[in-house]
């Protein structure tokens, strides 16, 4: 739902402060402009709360407007005008509330509205049309082959804001552009629309238009789909039916918190209870793709690179998978892996510090092996840290 404006009148957002039709549509108008400055910036958040000036997450981390702090009364203005009619007894009710806000020839942002000690906060999430190229997220050409595999499941890994959407969305990209395939994708909050170009999509979102993300893939089985993109999958209902989705023929991409291939694995077996975990390891060890694993890392031109760990699944990998008592061998698969494409995040690392894209400090705060990083550095030529 877009929320664009109010009539005069409207109905009360809760909080502190009761705006009048001229104090609504100056707000209104300077908090246009503030989203229009975020898109200038290439920034990805906008941030606005009572006592601070408006906010844009840039890479670097939040920066402050040159703007006087803003006003209970101000907020209460912008709440007003932009929370759709039929979500504000949503957050009168509960105290938040998700919807997405449409600015003519600018741009379509995902927000959030909430309480916060007695007035209104809001933060502006960019909604980005297509993903960038594995070109210019610098990933190995082993993503891109994922990419293009008919069937299996593919997962996409790391903490928040390691970039695991932005990954999806250039291999939603890349087979949107090469395939003539049906895509649903189910997520929460949907961060990247696609327009169809090859393929045709789907895009479904979470609280929008679909009950939950089981919900949404029950029913996608039934939408005649080759690629089934699932936001993150929370339980254990989700992984059983991604799994099963991706045994019966679908590509399944999909992302999960965890730090490394080996974790992932384990992650995705210990959703089940322990009588159908070696089934469970079974069916992932025939459906498994590849594992991509990332961290950001800070680059010399103040960016952020990815740092990748990524698992090819193999016939050597398979039997890891399937037997308990070999599973933390692979992340020695991987580290032999090279001919297959695997990689370790040392070995990323290593590949990033010598092509100058980061600095050795940047290195060492992602390595996972301090040890064994240095003697890297010191086979392959590099100066170490003194």
Known sequence: ???????????????????????????????????????????????????????????????????????????????????PPDRREIFDRTGEVDFAYSLKDIGRFRANVFKQRGSIS??????????????????????????????????????????????????????????????????????????????????????????????????????????????????????????????????????????DATETVNRVIDFFPPYQQKQVRLALAGTLRGIICQRLVKTVDGGRAACLEILVNNGRVAERIADPERTHEIKDVIADGAFYGMTTFDQSLLALLQSGRITTASAFEAVTSRHDFELAMHQAGLALPV
Do not use: Y
């Open 1 to 83: 739902m877009e929320g664009t404006s109010a009539p005069p009148g409207g109905g009360h957002v809760g909080g502190r402060g009761v705006a009048t039709v001229e104090t609504r549509d100056a707000a209104v108008a300077e908090f246009d402009g503030w989203l229009i400055e975020l898109m200038q910036s290439n920034g990805s958040d906008l941030h606005v709360k009572v006592g601070s000036p408006p906010m844009i997450r840039m890479p670097e981390g939040l920066r402050r407007l040159d703007r006087d702090p803003i006003t209970p009364v101000e907020t209460s203005a912008i709440a007003e005008t932009i929370v």
């Open 122 to 259: 809001m933060v502006f999430r960019r909604l980005r049309f297509g993903g960038p190229t594995f070109e210019e997220m610098g990933l190995p050409d082993t993503v891109r082959q994922l990419a293009e595999e008919h069937r299996g499941l593919i997962l996409v890994t790391g903490p928040t804001g390691a970039g695991k959407t932005t990954t999806l969305a250039s291999m939603i990209g890349h087979i949107n552009a090469t395939k003539p395939v049906h895509i649903v994708t189910i997520e929460d909050p949907i961060e990247v629309l696609h327009r169809d170009a090859i393929a045709s999509i789907n895009q479904r979102e979470v609280g929008n238009d679909t009950q939950d993300f089981l919900s949404a893939l029950r029913a996608a089985l039934r939408q005649d789909p080759d690629v089934i993109l699932i936001g993150e999958m929370r339980d254990t209902e989700t992984v059983g039916a991604a799994i099963q989705a991706a045994e019966t023929g679908h590509l399944v991409l999909s992302t999960l918190h965890t730090v």
